[in-house]
């Protein structure tokens, strides 16, 4: 299905001319990586809409994202990506699958790209994108190869860094003219985007936003506390011991996060008792995000369940199909531009 061109301004398709051309779709709109909802449904939809779905791969094993890659094509004859996570056991054969399947864009999520990671992929001609948090590091990625990067603010859900979306746009968007940016965090609505993309941005990437589509499979509790909840309802996770740093998450706060301060003291313990080696207790507390948000996400336990949200959360007011979501975006950056 062929996305119509809802982009009128001549403004707005010339700042969106690289970010899309880079993606191979009409619009520059990266679809945020969530774990459990970013599958073949979703990814498909976002894709057929004009934007750049992109899969999860998450905890998934080779055979499992074969599968997913061969279930969005069945949806979709639009470009999509795939995010893999750097510090999964089998990244190269994660690789291997992306490469067979003639994935054309792979997003590397989770820690710095192994260089080894970006290689293998870019003499296979994939396009690489990873995540910086800093002007200093982006800098880094772009001698090591990458095609393009992410900024990601703090206002995002799931894991965050320390930095505003606005403070890193700030920092990033005019010292980095080689590679695409997307702009990623606490975007929900059109004229956020219009406005990085007057910065120097070449996209964006939302999450938070398309979870209460109807193509998404998220469990209705989950949808319904996503339509309930405000901007401040979304709270970062808080870190029980300095020992064992833990990436913040944002989440919607509930019994879930009182249960990941108790996992985080249950397992600080078992190590003080030496019954966990210290990357054992630091991987048993990670492990904890994987099984809370499908407990949420899929199951429908919102109370004891992770809710994985970003800030702009508070935006959202309906359930919508994606290209219904899609329009109304680039409708929204467009009016900017209307005189």
């Not at 992306?98 to 290689?119: E, R």
């Not at 936003?209 to 909840?229: D, M, S």
Request: with cysteine; aromatic share 6%; charged share 25%.
């Amino acid at each position: 299905m062929k996305a119509n061109n809802y982009i009128k301004s001549e403004r707005l398709k010339l700042l969106s001319e690289r970010g899309s051309e880079f993606l191979g779709v009409e619009y520059p709109i990266l679809g945020g990586a969530m774990s459990w909802l970013s599958e073949s449904k979703l990814v498909s939809a976002i894709s057929n809409a004009g934007g750049f779905g992109v899969i999860a791969c998450g905890s998934l094993n080779p055979i499992e994202l074969n599968k997913e890659i061969e279930e969005t094509k069945n949806l979709s004859k639009n470009p999509f990506g795939v995010n893999l996570i750097t510090m999964h056991p089998k990244l190269s054969e994660l690789i291997d699958c992306c490469i067979d399947q003639d994935i054309s864009h792979v997003v590397l999520a989770g820690g710095i790209p192994p260089m080894n990671a970006i290689t293998k992929l870019k003499k296979a001609g994939v396009k690489v994108i990873g995540f910086t948090p800093a002007l200093s590091l982006a800098k880094r990625l772009i001698k090591s190869g990458l095609d393009a990067l992410i900024i990601e603010g703090i206002e995002a859900g799931g894991h965050v860094g320390p930095v505003s979306t606005n403070v890193l746009a700030q920092e990033i968007l005019p010292n980095i003219k080689e590679v695409p940016i997307f702009v990623a965090g606490g975007i929900g609505r059109g004229e956020a985007m219009a406005f990085y993309l007057e910065m120097g941005a070449s996209g964006i990437q939302m999450g938070t936003r398309f979870v209460c589509a109807y193509e998404c499979i998220a469990h209705k509790n989950f949808k319904k506390a996503f339509l309930r909840a405000n901007s401040r309802d979304a709270v970062l996770s808080v870190q029980v011991d300095d020992r064992f740093p833990v990436i913040p998450v944002r989440s919607l706060k509930n019994k879930g996060t009182i249960l990941f301060l108790e996992k985080q003291k249950e397992v600080i313990t078992k190590f003080d008792n030496g019954k966990a080696t210290m990357s054992e207790a630091q991987l048993d507390i990670e492990h904890f995000w994987a099984g809370a948000l499908r407990k949420a996400a899929i199951d429908g336990d919102i109370e004891n369940g992770s809710v994985m949200a970003g800030q702009s959360i508070g935006l959202i007011k309906k359930e919508q199909s994606l290209s219904e979501i899609i329009e109304e975006f680039i409708l929204q950056a467009d009016a900017r531009y209307k005189k």
